[in-house]
């Protein structure tokens, strides 16, 4: 069964960076589409990026779209997301998901992931 564990959350200054990183065991994500998506206090969950494993396909919500990259290296069963510029509002829980998919594009909503890590906090604050 697959499982996921998310990484490298932490505090960070607005403008600043941070590296989260979604590692994957008990199955390979090879055949995974992988999403990142977050959850502030009082918000509902909103999905910021997916990458699929067919054609690279990567998706971007707007509010994160030229600051986040998605990247997956399926070697090492990672993904990993690239936050820079960050701002206040990004602050939340960042959650890795997977779906087994063989088709383009990424699933759409957060209920079409079967498998989810356990979040990781971004806090971003001076």
């Known amino acids: 069964q697959l499982q996921l564990v998310e990484s490298g959350g932490g505090l960070v200054q607005p403008g600043g960076s941070l590296r989260l990183s979604c590692k994957g065991s008990?199955?390979?994500?090879?055949?995974?589409?992988i999403g990142w998506f977050r959850q502030a206090p009082g918000k509902q969950r909103e999905g910021v990026s997916c990458?699929?494993?067919?054609?690279?396909?990567?998706y971007y919500a707007d509010s994160v779209k030229g600051r986040f990259t998605i990247s997956r290296d399926n070697a090492k069963d990672t993904v990993t997301l690239q936050m820079n510029s960050l701002k206040p509002e990004d602050t939340a829980v960042y959650f890795c998901?997977?779906?087994?998919?063989?088709?383009?594009?990424?699933?759409?909503?957060?209920?079409?992931?079967?498998?989810w890590g356990q979040g990781t906090q971004v806090i971003v604050s001076s």
């Open positions: 008990g199955s390979t994500l090879d055949h995974y589409a």
């Open positions: 990458i699929n494993s067919s054609d690279g396909f990567t």
């Open positions: 998901a997977a779906e087994a998919w063989y088709g383009s594009s990424c699933p759409v909503d957060g209920q079409d992931f079967g498998s």
